[in-house]
């Protein structure tokens, strides 16, 4: 039984980580509509404005689309004219931003602390923890893909490619893990809240691909999620990652566990979840308009947060993968794909960080070809 690569140096973590207006004027009045809404308001006759009030209805853009009505009705009796009426949106987007960053801040404090939670409570305090830590934030990142499908029963801007490939990641990780313990973390949370998580992480996205192959097929944009969509048939196109991938873990991979189906189904898993995210953002880059959904950009930016944690932690152990001769091929090769992976994720992070500091949509810049998104 090997102690695996994670005590080897005694370190320590102190990681812890608007609205519509009515318009009044000689030729007439109507309601101006809000964001999603079409002119309904007739003119008054006689060039009278109306009497009644208007009542600005909810936003339903793209934050109306991912957490409800923010924007709220104008107060009774309340009419905007002339200089006022600048002012009155500008409030009302600005009340719409406010709302939608609080929900930002509230998701992320959450995660962060549960965290500080598992540090303290759960972990030893080893190095080591920023490999549960890595597992946490992928398992927060599939559930916040579950909340924004199941809630709003939509599978938009969602890549299936993607999904089958976790799938694969976390199923090939769990046989490795369950059976030896020669990868796992060497503090307390290597005993069984690991295991715990990769199984939640593998249910959570078992869960995902299930909701948008079943009951919310009909908003799955396939003709978006093209990736790998050469010779195979359509919908099969992460298997240009997924086999080369296995090859190569085949043939390069560690002897941690001195077994060779355990040792080469950890190593996949590993090399696996360094491609596994590339049909997602090829399907961002195919979307016409560049706007990502927030709750979708949220759960892409915690996948990579994770794979953050974990390349920070295989900075300094990788070259305790090496393999039965020796050589230390499998660790730089681990290295490699990590970097590689952040790597085109960079413009992605540049622009989740402006749309979260501003509270607005995710927009993308459009690429000709498949580039860095």
Not at 179 to 202: A, C, N
Not at 267 to 295: C, D, H, N, R, W
Request: proline share 5%; aromatic share 16%.
């Amino acid at each position: 039984m090997s102690d695996g690569p994670y005590g080897r140096h005694g370190f320590n973590a102190n990681a812890g980580y608007g609205g519509g207006a009515s318009y009044g004027n000689a030729g007439g009045g109507y309601a101006a509509p809000s964001y999603g809404q079409s002119y309904g308001g007739a003119p008054s006759s006689g060039g009278v404005p109306p009497a009644s009030s208007y009542g600005a209805p909810a936003a339903q853009d793209a934050y109306g689309s991912q957490y409800g009505a923010y924007g709220g009705t104008a107060p009774d009796n309340y009419q905007m004219g002339g200089g006022d009426k600048d002012e009155g949106k500008k409030g009302g987007k600005k009340s719409i931003a406010v709302q939608a960053l609080n929900q930002n801040v509230l998701m992320w404090a959450g995660f962060f602390t549960a965290s500080l939670f598992v540090y303290f409570m759960l972990s030893g305090g080893d190095f080591s923890f920023l490999m549960t830590y890595g597992a946490m934030a992928r398992m927060f990142g599939f559930g916040i893909l579950n909340l924004k499908t199941f809630k709003s029963q939509r599978a938009t801007g969602v890549s299936v490619k993607t999904l089958q490939l976790y799938v694969l990641v976390f199923f090939f990780r769990l046989t490795s893990i369950i059976r030896h313990e020669g990868y796992l973390p060497y503090d307390k949370s290597g005993d069984w809240l690991y295991h715990l998580i990769e199984g939640m992480s593998l249910f959570f996205t078992a869960a995902a691909l299930y909701a948008c192959m079943g009951p919310f097929k009909h908003t799955y944009q396939a003709d978006l999620d093209r990736f790998g969509e050469h010779v195979v048939p359509p919908g099969m196109g992460a298997v240009w990652l997924a086999g080369p991938i296995l090859l190569v873990a085949i043939l390069v991979h560690p002897n941690l566990n001195a077994d060779f189906l355990s040792d080469t189904a950890w190593t996949y898993a590993m090399y696996l979840e360094s491609a596994a995210l590339i049909p997602q953002l090829f399907m961002f880059q195919k979307q016409t308009s560049g706007v990502v959904e927030l709750l979708t950009a949220h759960f892409v930016a915690a996948l990579g947060f994770g794979r953050i944690m974990e390349f920070f932690f295989w900075i300094y152990s990788y070259h305790e993968l090496a393999n039965a001769s020796g050589s230390r091929l499998p660790g730089y090769l681990a290295l490699f794909a990590q970097f590689v992976q952040l790597v085109l994720m960079l413009d992605f992070f540049w622009y989740y960080y402006l749309a979260v500091k501003n509270a607005t949509p995710l927009v993308l810049p459009s690429h000709n070809g498949m580039g860095i998104v």
